[in-house]
């Protein structure tokens, strides 16, 4: 699947049939063992139906989250938190 704000957007759109990835037949293990082998910043060579393109990876944003309890929260939003914090 290709991000349409990623780095790949000049050169792949979404709904293109990769059909080569760096010269081997596309299978998501193809894919998988390119990408293994690369970092940010390298260079990834696609055969799509339409023609060739060279896309530049981009690392992948780190994701992450916090719990908080809510400034001014009642007796239900404690409840819910104790909660929750209890099944994990």
């Given at each position: 699947m290709v991000d349409v704000e990623g780095p790949a957007?000049?050169?792949?759109?979404t709904g293109d049939l990769i059909v080569e990835v760096e010269g081997v037949k596309a299978t998501v293990k193809a894919l998988h063992e390119a990408i293994a082998g690369k970092q940010a910043g390298n260079k990834l060579h696609l055969k799509t139906a339409r023609g060739e393109v060279e896309i530049e990876l981009a690392a992948a944003p780190k994701?992450?989250?916090?719990?908080?309890?809510?400034?001014?929260?009642?007796?239900?939003?404690?409840?819910i938190l104790e909660s929750w914090l209890r099944t994990q």
């Open positions: 957007r000049q050169g792949l759109r994701l992450s989250f916090a719990i908080r309890p809510m400034a001014g929260h009642g007796r239900l939003q404690s409840e």
